[in-house]
């Protein structure tokens, strides 16, 4: 019954933008934090950006600061996360989860929901 399902991957160029949705049902979407997740080939899997229940507060990786932004739209169950200025190790399937906190959770571990992911692929 829940369901975690990102769209919005694609293929860009260096210095490009993308934005990536997530569309969350079956779970009280309201109260939970929502974090975006990427994993490259061969790499393990990394934290990328988080909200809180309100939207207010956010948090993000030191690679995704200053061009990437995550927001949520409550009333839709939807988050978002805005991608500028791509570079070529962006490159990485990305995951939308769920993780039932009172506070800001960065860790994998402390979500309970996830999607399949979609893929990012930036390529000159």
């Known amino acids: 019954q829940v369901q975690v399902v990102e769209s919005g991957g694609g293929l860009v160029q260096p210095g490009g933008s993308l934005r990536l949705s997530c569309a969350a049902s079956g779970f009280t979407f309201r109260t939970h934090f929502m974090g975006w997740f990427r994993q490259a080939p061969g790499k393990e899997r990394e934290f990328v950006a988080a909200?809180?229940?309100?939207?207010?507060?956010?948090q993000y990786s030191d690679s995704a600061k200053g061009r990437f932004t995550i927001s949520r739209d409550n009333a839709k169950n939807l988050v978002y996360l805005q991608m500028n200025s791509l570079k070529l190790e962006d490159t990485a399937i990305y995951s939308c989860a769920a993780a039932p906190s009172v506070i800001m959770v960065v860790e994998s571990a402390r979500y309970s929901y996830w999607g399949q992911g979609t893929q990012v692929t930036v390529t000159a």
């Open positions: 909200i809180g229940w309100s939207g207010i507060m956010t």
